[in-house]
């Protein structure tokens, strides 16, 4: 099965800090990598999203780095606020025959604390 | 506005009581598909559909069903539901797959409960 492995399983930082969580994949095949992000009693919305052909991706606050080699890719909160507290889900794809699902990480919670 | 939307949102029920949660989005998306939340485990794929009348199964798929007989629509059925379904399902749309289509959109969740 294939398998996106996400850490920290929880995370708090004080605001204005820099929040990380990393994730590894094992498939090489993957090519599509989203983070979502998910508030308390809602569904989980798209953040941000990076290809393999880049190392790294910055929307605003949020980046994505990626490192191929390593198999890896970490989503970089910067400026963390107490309005980013919620849960992030990275994931990964590909898009070839037969295989249309996104595969999700196990989810970080984070907290910005005041 | 542009949604996916599910109902019912919480539904409780018993052991072996058939039960369908609807899904219908309003994007003209081809891809629908169902997940389910469990804390620690994170969204698992149940199944999902490229078009009309093209379903597959996702990573967890034992104890339920799908059908897609109109675009905007995706029902999951659970036949017989049993206490180990008891959680947080979601439905989510996207344009296509590949070629940046594969954003998801997801409704808003049904929080089921089996007893």
């Known amino acids: 099965q294939q398998q996106v492995k996400q850490s920290p399983q929880s995370l708090i930082v004080q605001k204005g800090g820099i929040s990380i969580i990393n994730c590894a994949y094992e498939?090489?095949?993957?090519?599509?990598f989203p983070w979502y992000q998910q508030f308390p009693g809602k569904g989980p919305a798209l953040l941000i999203a990076i290809r393999p052909d880049v190392s790294e991706k910055k929307e605003g606050r949020f980046t994505i780095s990626f490192n191929k080699s390593a198999k890896q890719f970490s989503l970089h909160i910067m400026d963390s606020q107490p309005g980013d507290s919620a849960t992030y889900f990275c994931?990964?794809?590909?898009?070839?025959?037969?295989?249309?699902?996104?595969?999700f990480g196990k989810g970080t919670k984070l907290s910005v604390i005041p | 506005e542009a949604q996916v939307t599910q109902n019912p949102r919480y539904l409780i029920t018993v052991t072996g009581k058939k039960l369908t949660v609807t899904c219908s989005q309003n994007m003209n998306h081809e891809y629908m598909s169902w997940y389910r939340q469990d804390p620690g485990l994170g969204l698992r794929q149940i199944y999902y559909s490229m078009n009309v009348e093209v379903t597959d199964k996702g990573d967890v798929p034992e104890g339920y069903k799908v059908s897609r007989k109109e675009k905007r629509n995706f029902p999951l059925i659970l036949e017989s539901p049993s206490p180990n379904q008891t959680s947080l399902y979601f439905c989510?749309?996207?344009?296509?797959w590949g070629l940046g289509q594969e954003t998801q959109y997801f409704g808003p969740g049904t929080r089921l409960l089996v007893l």
């Open positions: 989510a749309s996207s344009l296509g």
């Open positions: 994931a990964a794809s590909y898009a070839g025959a037969g295989s249309y699902q996104l595969t």
């Open positions: 498939n090489t095949a993957f090519d599509y």
